[in-house]
């Protein structure tokens, strides 16, 4: 099996299809326009640059598209780059598909389904269990397909469905530790916290915001949601509230987009919740990435930090 683009090292030459996952045009120093293209497949993404862009080559190579390229990997900065040498679209004869460029969770949308299914299930308080029952099921499709975000952490298929089954079963062994928790109460906060991605984002492939992803965002979008769920269902009573205030305030703070603080106890630990099921995925993408005894690259999200990787890991 042929070595995904983040498996090879600095010098190796590199022939192979590749996912353009974005295409921005900029213009160099001698004025001329070049294309940053981020590439992808199944390992992860690499940038490359094309120089002397054409109108031609601004639709042969934009996002989206299958590219055949011949090039070599260089540091630059501290961070890999692929050198291009050729690059040429993929044609219907060359056998490639898009989903095998696409990274995708590592367990079936059928598997994850069912155990939301089950946790929705164990939920006792009747108006919680029907709002939380009612959004997932409008909008399971895109939940099961879209990334949690557009970079950083869980940025490939199915991602969002992926991060809220780990925040599941953190949230299950957390109230098994402390039962003065509300299962109800935090089991639909981790279903509900981040639904609203799949309006605020395009879809699974080269994913951006959409126009009310940027206006408004996911938090908002999805607060506004379950007063639309409660009304439609008629329902009407404290546990809409604070089924908003969750979504409200799981970002924790308000420099870190949260509307609201966490105000109950239920909300606190949806935050953190969140926050390490986010950053474990950061940091295992970023360490499978490296080899025992050597650092990461920098981790943007993670306060610019790079982490090591012990040379006695298994």
């Known amino acids: 099996m042929s070595k995904g683009i983040l498996q090879h090292d600095v010098g190796e030459q590199v022939e192979k299809f590749l996912l353009i996952k974005s295409s921005v045009k900029g213009t160099a120093s001698n004025g001329k326009p070049f294309l940053t293209l981020i590439l992808q497949d199944q390992s992860g993404e690499i940038e490359a640059k094309l120089w002397d862009a054409s109108e031609a080559d601004e639709k042969n190579y934009s996002a989206e598209k299958i590219v055949k390229v011949l090039g070599d ?3 630059y900065r501290g961070r890999n780059q692929l050198r291009l040498r050729q690059i040429r679209p993929a044609t219907p004869t060359d056998g490639v598909n898009l989903s095998d460029f696409l990274l995708t969770a590592p367990v079936s949308k059928e598997e994850m389904l ?6 929705i299930f164990e939920m006792k308080n009747p108006n919680i269990q029907r709002i939380t029952r009612h959004l997932l099921k409008k909008y399971q499709d895109d939940f099961l397909e879209f990334p949690a975000a557009t970079k950083n952490h869980h940025e490939f298929v199915s991602g969002l469905a992926y991060h809220v089954v780990s925040m599941l079963d953190l949230a299950k062994a957390i109230a098994g530790l402390y039962p003065s ?5 935090l089991y639909a906060g981790v ?11 395009s879809g699974p492939i080269s994913t951006t915001y959409t126009v009310e992803g940027n206006l408004l965002g996911h938090i908002n979008i999805m607060a506004s ?8 269902l008629g329902i009407s009573g404290e546990e809409v509230v604070i089924l908003q205030h969750l979504v409200l ?7 870190w987009g949260s509307p609201k603080p966490p105000l109950i106890k ?17 940091l295992d993408r970023a360490l499978e990435r490296v080899k025992p005894g050597e650092f990461t690259d920098r981790v943007f999200a993670l306060d610019n930090r790079a982490f090591y990787k012990p040379t006695f890991h298994n």
């Open 73 to 75: 990997i260089q540091n």
């Open 266 to 282: 239920e909300a606190e630990i949806l935050h953190y919740i969140d926050n390490i099921d986010a950053k474990m995925n950061m």
């Open 191 to 201: 279903l509900l916290h981040d639904l609203g991605k799949v309006t605020e984002l």
């Open 114 to 119: 069912s155990k939301i299914t089950q946790y």
């Open 249 to 255: 305030s799981h970002h924790g703070k308000a420099e």
């Open 225 to 232: 949601e379950i007063v639309h769920a409660a009304n439609e």
């Open 181 to 185: 928790l509300d299962k109800d109460l």
